[in-house]
């Protein structure tokens, strides 16, 4: 007697349990994929962030470093004007970090520099204004450039070494040195002990137009969604009397 042989294969049940089981994995790592790429996309602008910002607190770091105020004023006809004005969400000084970038340029390592948070397409933005070329007018002119977008918060203070305190603002201009009458030369230079007498009398009345040790910088900036960072720094500034010599 010849035995049927049976052909082994699927039923209908098995192979709709098999697809399922395939559709719900397939899902499962387009998910991980969806979900790593996110994350990627996340980070990625997380470090364009705080790459931004830290090469903008370098940046102010950087000049406020090598702010300075001069003595050298002509009292007939002021040519230029040094000044450092400081407040809490804006800075202008005079500073000494200045770099040619042109050859034959008229122009030397002495400039002015001033940051302060404007309103642009992008949302609020530090800018960065510097005039090459110093003159009695700092507030006006020079190139504007901005160093980063999207920030929420802007805060500067200013240590003050006699106070043992931080201040919000702090106020040094030479011209007001000059109108008082500490600025500028006090005497003809008559004999070497006098010229020395007059600069040590002259350098005690300037202690008034010293700048600040340090310039403290505080920076949040927000991401499109809605997550701040914070970001912070101190300058220490190198030239704080008045150069008088």
């Given at each position: 007697?010849?035995?049927?042989?049976?052909?082994?294969?699927?039923?209908?049940?098995?192979?709709?349990?098999?697809?399922?089981l395939l559709a719900f994995v397939s899902l499962l790592m387009v998910q991980a994929i969806r979900l790593s790429f996110r994350a990627r996309?996340?980070?990625?602008?997380?470090?364009?962030?705080?790459?931004?910002?830290?090469?903008?607190?370098?940046?102010?770091?950087?000049?406020?470093?090598?702010?300075?105020?001069?003595?050298?004023?002509?009292?007939?006809?002021?040519?230029?004007?040094?000044?450092?004005?400081?407040?809490?969400?804006?800075?202008?000084?005079?500073?000494?970090?200045?770099?040619?970038?042109?050859?034959?340029?008229?122009?030397?390592?002495?400039?002015?520099?001033?940051?302060?948070?404007?309103?642009?397409?992008?949302?609020?933005?530090?800018?960065?204004?510097?005039?090459?070329?110093?003159?009695?007018?700092?507030?006006?002119?020079?190139?504007?450039?901005?160093?980063?977008?999207?920030?929420?918060?802007?805060?500067?203070?200013?240590?003050?070494?006699?106070?043992?305190?931080?201040?919000?603002?702090?106020?040094?201009?030479?011209?007001?040195?000059?109108?008082?009458?500490?600025?500028?030369?006090?005497?003809?230079?008559?004999?070497?002990?006098?010229?020395?007498?007059?600069?040590?009398?002259?350098?005690?009345?300037?202690?008034?137009?010293?700048?600040?040790?340090?310039?403290?910088?505080?920076?949040?900036?927000?991401?499109?969604?809605?997550?701040?960072?914070?970001?912070?720094?101190?300058?220490?500034?190198?030239?704080?009397?008045?150069?008088?010599?």
């Open positions: 007697m010849r035995m049927r042989r049976t052909i082994a294969g699927f039923t209908l049940l098995e192979v709709l349990v098999a697809v399922g996309e996340e980070i990625s602008r997380v470090e364009e962030l705080n790459h931004a910002a830290q090469v903008a607190l370098r940046r102010m770091a950087s000049d406020i470093s090598m702010a300075y105020l001069s003595n050298h004023v002509n009292q007939q006809e002021p040519a230029t004007a040094t000044i450092f004005q400081g407040r809490q969400d804006s800075l202008l000084f005079s500073y000494l970090g200045h770099e040619r970038r042109r050859r034959g340029a008229r122009e030397s390592d002495q400039g002015i520099v001033e940051y302060r948070l404007e309103r642009t397409a992008e949302g609020r933005a530090l800018i960065r204004r510097e005039k090459a070329t110093p003159d009695a007018e700092p507030e006006r002119g020079g190139i504007r450039e901005t160093l980063v977008t999207g920030v929420k918060d802007f805060r500067l203070a200013y240590w003050d070494d006699k106070a043992e305190d931080w201040k919000d603002e702090w106020k040094a201009v030479m011209e007001d040195a000059l109108r008082s009458g500490s600025a500028g030369t006090l005497s003809p230079v008559l004999v070497p002990a006098g010229s020395a007498m007059m600069k040590a009398a002259q350098d005690k009345l300037l202690e008034d137009f010293k700048l600040p040790s340090r310039v403290y910088v505080r920076m949040v900036l927000q991401d499109s969604d809605g997550n701040e960072f914070p970001f912070e720094t101190q300058a220490r500034v190198q030239l704080r009397f008045p150069l008088n010599f």
